[in-house]
């Protein structure tokens, strides 16, 4: 069962599910493995890693931005604004932006732990970032490591060993296909800056899971500015854009920590 608090809303809008918003800005960053496969064409050079193609972030440095954020689902549509703070490989701390006062809601995230605060229903939850606790709170499970790593402007590595790797042209963009020996795949499409432009994965059937599209600025940064997911129900989409971009090197990570507030009771997930 999903947890959902209310928002104001227009005639049009739904009430917000905090807990769908959860879903949206996870980001575990590169943290897979290379890219070892030649392109076909010489002078299109195949990216070597993740880091060739997402160009922007070292394991050490905090990425920040505020993030607006579009969700579509078969219930309706949710724009909210929210701040965003995330590390490789799996940091995160996410805040829902109210239009007056304090964040009502807080989650904060690593490679073995997320905690969820909700001041205004006095409710704090503490489990294991897995996604059967991501899917507690979200319309659909997604891996934690896959959000981050999209949200970071990259891809996601698919979590096996021995996966194939095979490139071609396709008008201006290189696309890249990786299989993994379970059936599971994705392609990408990167420019020869190496630009990461969209992604395609696959489950272990062979049937599409979902389409990501990175956006890029008129000036030609480095980093998307606008990012979006679509899922294979043709219904359920999710369109991020950043504000504020900031990277910074880490120096303290207790950020990404929540502590147990006064009087409240943690529940657990797993």
């Not at 807990?19 to 890219?35: D, M, Q, R, Y």
């Not at 010489?42 to 972030?57: Q, T």
């Not at 073995?112 to 507690?136: D, H, R």
């Amino acid at each position: 069962m999903f947890l959902f608090i209310q928002r104001a809303s227009s005639s049009r809008t739904r009430p917000v599910s905090f807990p769908a918003i959860i879903f949206l800005l996870w980001v575990s960053l590169l943290a897979g493995g290379c890219v070892q496969q030649k392109s076909v064409y010489p002078d299109f050079p195949a990216p070597k890693n993740h880091r060739a193609i997402s160009g922007a972030l070292d394991n050490d440095d905090i990425f920040s931005a505020v993030v607006q954020i579009d969700l579509v689902t078969n219930k309706g549509r949710y724009p909210v604004r929210a701040a965003l703070m995330i590390m490789r490989p799996s940091y995160l701390r996410l805040e829902l932006l109210p239009v007056i006062g304090t964040p009502d809601f807080i989650l904060a995230a690593s490679s073995e732990t997320m905690s969820i605060f909700i001041p205004s229903q006095g409710k704090f939850y503490s489990g294991q970032p897995t996604a059967a606790n991501l899917g507690k709170f979200l319309p659909w499970k997604f891996n934690i490591e896959d959000i981050v790593m999209i949200f970071s402007g990259t891809y996601p590595a698919l979590k096996e060993n021995n996966i194939a790797y095979q490139s071609d042209n396709e008008a201006n963009l290189l696309r890249m296909e990786m299989k993994a020996p379970s059936g599971s795949s994705q392609m990408i499409w990167t420019g020869e800056d190496h630009k990461l432009h969209k992604l395609v994965r696959r489950d272990e059937a062979g049937k599409e899971v979902y389409t990501v599209r990175y956006i890029y600025d008129a000036a030609g940064g480095s980093f998307p500015e606008t990012i979006n997911i679509s899922m294979a129900d043709g219904i359920t989409s999710l369109s991020i854009k950043y504000s504020d971009v900031k990277v910074e090197k880490a120096k303290d990570l207790s950020i990404f920590n929540l502590s147990l507030p006064d009087n409240v009771k943690a529940i657990p997930l797993d």
